[in-house]
């Protein structure tokens, strides 16, 4: 609009010199206000008016067109002319190359807009789909550990004889009952504890623990194990007393169990055995879980610790494993501001599972470490 004003109030009086030029400039002058006030709407309504920048490119090559065509009118010599008309040509071909660009510049950032927003509607979408997953498998696991649960003690009942003398084979049979039993137990566990972790919903309780007394409640728990496979089960801890944790005991129990029996569960029969072995060092307390067993390859240890993540020869070993044992060890030791990685010098090697635990002296201390950790994922 201000080039039409322009045009027609600047620039155009300079060639009225007569009355029929007036006429003639005037109506020029209102033709070429249609002229843009058509463009102007046209552009307007293919763009939604969302697109002033279409809009903008669209008027100001317009006005540019518009200035040289009416600079023909000035023309004096045969070669002005020449040139005047090549320069609207060279005008109108690069008016349009800028309208043409700054539409798909407009259309394409439509597009990635309209991408973005499906985007963003199918993660709405993922993200209530994994809340009802997560439920399924909570209500699922709640539902068959009771069962699971009954089963377990009736079994225990007839193996102590609380149902009269069974033969030996009768026994062997419900032992391999029980076992399988425990094997569920353990896997509606792993996904109660995996459902809890993705909903948000697993509970830290911090307390005063000493943690030789953890180690010790383990190493007791699975003396018989190690021993039915022929392995040592060493118990290395220092002479002194180590200082108090504030931890989750209970918690960080279930991940020493779970590293000592998966260290058992990794070592063939016969072939050496397992360490315990817990130190500290400087403002931290490591627990060192050691074994002689298969190793792990360098190439699994950077995915070890994620969900349903398992070793390509441990599956041949242990058929039953699931590969959430470490999953849930590591938020659980991370939880209590700790942190769990695993070594190995390679195949056939052993393997060391290591887990730093802070010393905290006071207990909000460790609910304000345990609130960061939350708010962080
Ligand atoms: P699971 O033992 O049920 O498979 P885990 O999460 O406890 O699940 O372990 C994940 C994987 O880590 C195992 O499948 C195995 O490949 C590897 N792993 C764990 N502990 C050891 C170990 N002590 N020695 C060798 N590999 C191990």
Same mark, same amino acid.
């Given at each position: 609009?201000?080039?039409?004003?322009?045009?027609?109030?600047?620039?155009? @009086?300079?060639?009225?010199?007569?009355?029929?030029?007036?006429?003639?400039?005037? #109506?020029?002058?209102?033709?070429?206000?249609?002229?843009?006030?058509?463009?102007?709407?046209?552009?307007?309504?293919?763009?939604?008016?969302?697109?002033?920048? /279409?809009?903008?490119?669209?008027?100001?090559? /317009? =006005?540019?067109?518009?200035?040289?065509?009416?600079?023909?009118?000035?023309?004096?010599?045969?070669?002005?002319?020449?040139?005047?008309?090549?320069?609207?040509?060279?005008?109108?071909?690069?008016?349009?190359?800028?309208?043409?660009?700054?539409?798909?510049?407009?259309?394409?950032? &439509?597009?990635?807009?309209?991408?973005?927003?499906?985007?963003?509607?199918?993660?709405?979408?993922?993200?209530?789909?994994?809340?009802?997953?997560?439920?399924?498998?909570?209500?699922?696991?709640?539902?068959?550990?009771?069962?699971?649960? =009954?089963?377990?003690?009736?079994?225990?009942?007839?193996?102590?004889?609380?149902?009269?003398?069974? =033969?030996? &084979?009768? +026994?062997?049979?419900?032992?391999?009952?029980?076992?399988?039993?425990?094997?569920?137990?353990?896997? /509606? *566990?792993?996904?109660?504890?995996?459902?809890?972790?993705?909903?948000?919903?697993?509970?830290?309780?911090?307390?005063?623990?000493?943690?030789?007394?953890?180690?010790?409640?383990?190493?007791?728990?699975?003396?018989?194990?190690?021993?039915?496979?022929?392995?040592?089960? &060493?118990?290395?801890? @220092?002479?002194?007393?180590?200082? *108090?944790?504030?931890?989750?005991? +209970?918690?960080?129990?279930?991940?020493?169990?779970?590293? /000592?029996?998966?260290?058992?569960?990794?070592?063939?029969?016969?072939?050496? %055995?397992?360490?315990?072995?817990?130190?500290?060092?400087?403002?931290?307390?490591?627990?060192?879980?050691?074994?002689?067993?298969?190793?792990?390859?360098?190439?699994?240890? @950077?995915?070890?610790? =994620?969900?349903?993540? #398992?070793?390509?020869?441990?599956?041949?070993?242990?058929?039953? %494993?699931?590969?959430?044992?470490?999953?849930?060890?590591?938020?659980?030791?991370?939880?209590?501001?700790?942190?769990?990685?695993?070594?190995?010098?390679?195949?056939?090697?052993?393997?060391?599972?290591?887990?730093?635990?802070?010393?905290?002296?006071?207990?909000? &201390?460790?609910? *304000?470490?345990?609130?960061?950790?939350?708010?962080?994922?």
């Amino acid at each position: 609009m201000i080039v039409t004003v322009f045009i027609t109030n600047v620039l155009l @009086p300079n060639f009225i010199e007569t009355q029929s030029d007036f006429l003639f400039i005037s #109506r020029l002058g209102i033709y070429s206000g249609l002229i843009l006030a058509g463009f102007m709407s046209y552009s307007v309504a293919k763009t939604s008016f969302l697109n002033m920048k /279409v809009i903008s490119a669209q008027l100001f090559s /317009v =006005a540019m067109v518009l200035v040289f065509f009416l600079q023909l009118f000035s023309l004096q010599t045969k070669s002005d002319l020449f040139f005047k008309v090549v320069f609207l040509f060279i005008v109108i071909y690069f008016s349009k190359m800028i309208v043409s660009s700054v539409k798909s510049e407009v259309q394409r950032k &439509e597009e990635l807009q309209l991408m973005s927003d499906k985007l963003a509607q199918a993660n709405d979408q993922l993200r209530k789909l994994d809340n009802a997953k997560s439920e399924f498998i909570s209500i699922a696991s709640h539902q068959l550990r009771t069962p699971l649960t =009954a089963i377990k003690g009736f079994i225990s009942l007839m193996l102590e004889g609380s149902y009269g003398k069974m =033969a030996p &084979e009768q +026994v062997d049979v419900l032992n391999k009952v029980y076992s399988s039993n425990e094997r569920l137990v353990n896997l /509606v *566990e792993d996904l109660l504890n995996i459902s809890r972790i993705e909903s948000g919903r697993m509970e830290f309780q911090f307390d005063k623990w000493q943690i030789e007394n953890i180690c010790q409640e383990v190493i007791d728990t699975f003396v018989l194990k190690a021993k039915e496979h022929k392995l040592y089960l &060493e118990y290395k801890k @220092p002479n002194q007393p180590l200082p *108090e944790l504030i931890i989750d005991g +209970v918690k960080v129990r279930e991940v020493i169990s779970n590293l /000592v029996d998966n260290a058992i569960k990794y070592t063939l029969e016969g072939k050496g %055995g397992v360490t315990l072995k817990v130190e500290q060092r400087g403002e931290s307390i490591r627990v060192t879980v050691s074994d002689t067993g298969i190793g792990i390859p360098e190439s699994e240890l @950077p995915y070890l610790f =994620a969900k349903f993540s #398992r070793g390509k020869d441990t599956s041949r070993l242990n058929t039953g %494993g699931t590969g959430l044992g470490l999953y849930v060890g590591k938020t659980m030791i991370e939880n209590n501001g700790g942190k769990i990685w695993a070594e190995s010098d390679g195949q056939g090697l052993g393997s060391r599972f290591i887990i730093e635990l802070p010393i905290v002296k006071h207990k909000e &201390e460790a609910e *304000e470490r345990l609130q960061k950790f939350i708010n962080k994922i």
